[in-house]
């Protein structure tokens, strides 16, 4: 992954409240319809996957801070939040499975050291049925509970996740 990618990543929540913040100005001071929000998520969905909520969402914005308060507790918190989520969620949520960006791995590099899993919500809370790259599990990526973190792609330490068409 390039560097601007992963710096990009590592920034997700600051540029989460910018683009929650404006979003929540949109919507409170200029009166833009929940409609033009809900279509420009399912836009977002069908390009990029569920992106909306740990990338452009107010409400996902103040959730991810509240919960950062019991970091305990974090990950089984994030895995319900992104299972229930509001009507942008759910759909997008069921586009991540017929997103153009996906995240893909290539199998000729990886070396199985499960750092991926570990950082992701899904895959850690359901370890039996998940993983992002053992063959014989289910991709919690291609889930509708992925929220498109990309925490595990930024964790890759040799590239083989890619979030990419
Ligand atoms: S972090 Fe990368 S190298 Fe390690 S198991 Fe996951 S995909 Fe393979
Ligand atoms: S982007 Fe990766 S780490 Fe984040 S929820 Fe989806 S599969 Fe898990």
Redesign the pocket.
């Known amino acids: 992954m390039s560097k601007f990618s992963k710096q990009i990543i590592s920034k997700r929540f600051i540029i989460l409240a910018l683009i929650g913040g404006i979003t929540f100005i949109g919507i409170r001071y200029y009166n833009i319809s929940l409609w033009y929000i809900l279509i420009a998520g399912i836009i977002s969905g069908v390009v990029f996957g569920k992106v909306f909520c740990?990338w452009a969402c107010p409400m996902g914005f103040i959730m991810e801070l509240v919960m950062s308060l019991n970091p305990d507790n974090k990950l089984s918190q994030?895995y319900q939040y992104?299972k229930f989520g509001c009507p942008i969620a759910w759909i997008s949520g069921y586009l991540n499975k017929i997103s153009i960006f996906k995240?893909r791995l290539n199998l000729q590099t990886c070396k199985t050291c499960g750092l991926?899993d570990k950082?992701?919500?899904?895959?850690t809370l359901e370890p039996t049925k998940y993983s992002?790259y053992k063959e014989d599990k289910l991709?919690?990526?291609n889930?509708y509970?992925?929220?498109?973190?990309?925490?595990?792609?930024e964790v890759c330490p040799n590239e083989s996740?890619k979030?990419k068409i």
């Open positions: 740990r994030m992104h995240i991926c950082q992701c919500y899904i895959s992002l991709n919690p990526a889930t509970t992925c929220s498109k973190c990309l925490k595990c792609v996740l979030y």
